[in-house]
């Protein structure tokens, strides 16, 4: 029977609807080739004329299937059968996990579900995939399963846009291994300190923004370690583009990160005692959103457990407390005024007032000299051929160099931070086989797009395409080695959109090139791109601008605005501030500046048995140069590389409308 032969009275279908987006019809009479008379839901009566067969109706499942644990098990599998299916499941049945072949969809419920105890954990355990409901735990199981079985390193990637559930899918998935791989009845130190690591990376990397109470900043691929009798021996973390900005600016009602207003909420506690906090709105870095309150969160309390986590990832006494004095420099650094200079040609210098309150404290909390300090954050040096001379800065550029310098500091924090941990979890036992667990940033699209948006998004061409290798073109090919018959599957394969963005003449490195030129600007770097770029189909001009391009990425067209790109990728900081953090007489302040930057902490420990390779040592300056965009397409390939080498599982993560 012929797809057009379904199309009879009585037949159910589904038709696009402005408000619901999908609504049932039904057929009232048999479809005759040109037309297809309908009357939907509501009674309305409607003729849709068919001049392909595209232009038929989807049809609807029949009732016995709705609501199935697995789409793949649906009659008919298309865009609104299975958004029905979905709202089935978790508008009636409040199921907020189904199966779509090897992928879990896991819809955001915004309440914490009593479906993840230890109980729930014992009920998975042993079982195959499919024999109890959809669940993380099922997941968790078949990866660590196969990984036992097999004796083959697994990898969990969790996907979804923002406020979606992936930083709690992947704290769930780690929870399941650290259970079910740990040496007895009660968690040993090594399971503590891997789940220890969550509030931590938590309060340095995730913030509030308008989608998301909890939105992780960065992305985060842990590995979890285990031995010959699969029992958790150590772990190990990579963490990628690290969102720098929110640092010194945040959108209206949306926060700074989680540690600043922690700790203004906990600054009548001993540990932070003589950093002279105040409450987040007093500081210019915190109080740009408007809003520091999240709701059902006592910012007090989770200072208390980011405090208890460092001590149990042996932070000592000493490092809690330098931590706490250069985030709260940080705080300081951002109420620090920087006013137009006094005097002739005053529009062109800029100064410090003698009686600024927060520039001592600064000093005084990062243990430098205050009058350099004074000096460099409104002067700067220019070498000219053997010669050197300081120049003035206008108060915009002083300010613009005050931001860079605290992005800089709170960056190489981060990077330290992440290092001491996964020192901490690193095993001198000899690593049998791993649990990889990815939680990255989804594919985003905003009114404004610029290059974090770029980054992400290229990030996520990469694992569609990884995606794409996994379920269609290696199972495809296998089929066809195989001689088994088979109709090929037509997928979209995105290699054109990444080759547009990481070849020779690709859009990042256009950008790099521009980057080294002495002059270069964004406007230069874009009509490059208009001149290079053209012959890529998933490249375009905007009609309206001449300061935007368009790509055309697997998920959507978008549109980035080429403003602050080469900014954003040289990430430079200037030579002289950083010399007065290096002379720090605080050794954690001196050492985040003399190993300067990402390429040295925070690396990973040494590669085994496919693990991520460290970056070359020796972080010295010429290293650190490298720009934004190099280093991530970088890391990001050895991402991809690690996953590769991996057997995969899939969890899609949906934020409910």
């Known amino acids: 029977m012929s797809t057009k032969e379904l199309y009879t009275k009585g037949a159910r279908v589904w038709i696009k609807d402005p408000e619901t987006v999908w609504k049932p019809a039904t057929v009232t009479s048999d479809f005759d080739g040109k037309s297809l008379p309908l009357e939907d839901a509501d009674g309305g009566a409607l003729t849709i004329t068919v001049k392909e067969d595209k232009d038929l109706p989807p049809l609807r499942n029949p009732d016995i299937l709705i609501g199935e644990n697995d789409l793949t098990s649906l009659s008919y599998l298309h865009e609104p059968a299975v958004l029905h299916n979905l709202e089935v499941r978790f508008v009636d049945r409040n199921e907020i996990y189904t199966y779509c072949g090897i992928v879990l969809v896991a819809i955001n419920p915004y309440f914490e579900l009593q479906i993840y105890n230890n109980d729930t954990i014992m009920a998975y ?41 992936k930083t709690v899918s992947a704290k769930y998935s780690m929870r399941y291994f650290a259970s079910v791989g740990g040496a007895g009845d009660t968690e040993s130190q090594v399971e503590r300190r891997v789940m220890a690591s969550s509030p931590i990376m938590e309060a340095i990397g995730n913030a509030k923004t308008t989608r998301n ?32 900005s929110r640092v010194v600016f945040q959108a209206s009602e949306e926060r700074n990160y989680h540690i600043f207003y922690q700790m203004c909420a906990a600054k009548e506690r001993e540990e932070l005692q003589g950093l002279q906090l105040a409450e987040a709105d007093d500081f210019i870095y915190t109080n740009q959103g408007n809003n520091p309150i999240i709701d059902n969160v006592d910012d007090q309390k989770e200072f208390g457990k980011t405090h208890e986590a460092l001590k149990l990832l042996g932070f000592s006494e000493e490092d809690g407390r330098n931590i706490y004095k250069i985030m709260a420099a ?61 120049t003035p800065l206008k108060a915009a550029e002083a300010s613009q160099a005050r931001d860079a310098l605290a ?74 080695k195989e001689g088994i018959e088979w109709k090929m599957i037509d997928f979209y394969d995105n290699q054109p959109c990444i080759d547009l963005i990481e070849s020779k003449l690709g859009v990042l490195a256009l950008l790099d090139e521009e980057c080294r030129v002495p002059k270069g600007s964004d406007k230069s770097w874009v009509d490059k791109l208009y001149d290079k770029c053209k012959k890529w189909e998933h490249f375009s001009k905007p009609r309206l601008s001449q300061t935007a391009f368009l790509v055309r990425h697997f998920a959507d067209q978008v549109e980035y605005e080429c403003n602050g790109f080469l900014h954003k990728n040289r990430d430079t900081v200037m030579e002289e501030q950083v010399v007065v953090l290096k002379s720090s007489k605080n050794k954690l302040v001196s050492d985040l500046f003399i190993s300067e930057g990402p390429d040295t902490l925070g690396a990973p ?26 280093q991530f397409r970088d890391s990001l390939n050895l991402l991809m590389d690690n996953l590769n080498s991996t057997n995969p599982h899939y969890v899609r993560c949906i934020k409910p409308n």
């Open 330 to 390: 940080i705080l300081h650094l951002g109420n620090v005024k920087i006013s137009p200079g006094s005097g002739r040609g005053d529009s062109e210098t800029s100064t410090v007032r003698q009686e600024d309150p927060s520039l001592p404290i600064v000093a005084e909390l990062l243990e430098v000299d205050e009058k350099s300090l004074r000096q460099w954050l409104c002067n700067k040096k220019v070498v000219a051929r053997n010669d050197s001379y300081v």
């Open 125 to 165: 355990r042993g079982q195959n995939m499919g024999d109890l409901d959809p669940h993380i735990y099922a997941v968790s199981e078949e990866a660590f399963k196969l990984m036992e079985r097999d004796n083959t390193n697994q990898s969990i990637i969790v996907s979804g846009e923002s406020g979606a559930g």
């Open 407 to 480: 992005k800089c500091i709170y960056s190489n924090l981060f990077d330290w931070i992440v290092f001491q941990i996964n020192k901490a979890l690193k095993t001198s036992h000899k690593v049998n086989k791993f649990i990889g667990v990815l939680d990255i940033y989804g594919f985003e699209t905003f009114e404004i797009n610029s290059f974090e948006q770029f980054c992400i998004n290229y990030a996520n061409e990469k694992l569609q395409q990884q995606f794409n290798m996994h379920v269609f073109k290696l199972e495809q090919e296998e089929y066809v």
């Open 213 to 244: 109470d909890n939105s992780s900043r960065f992305g985060k691929y842990i590995e979890i370690d285990f031995s010959k009798t699969f029992h958790i021996i150590g772990a190990s973390m990579r963490t990628y583009l690290l969102e720098k």
């Open 605 to 630: 420990t040494p590669a085994r048995g496919g693990k991520i390779p460290p970056p070359a040592a020796g972080g010295q300056k010429k290293a650190h140069k490298r720009t934004v965009g190099s």
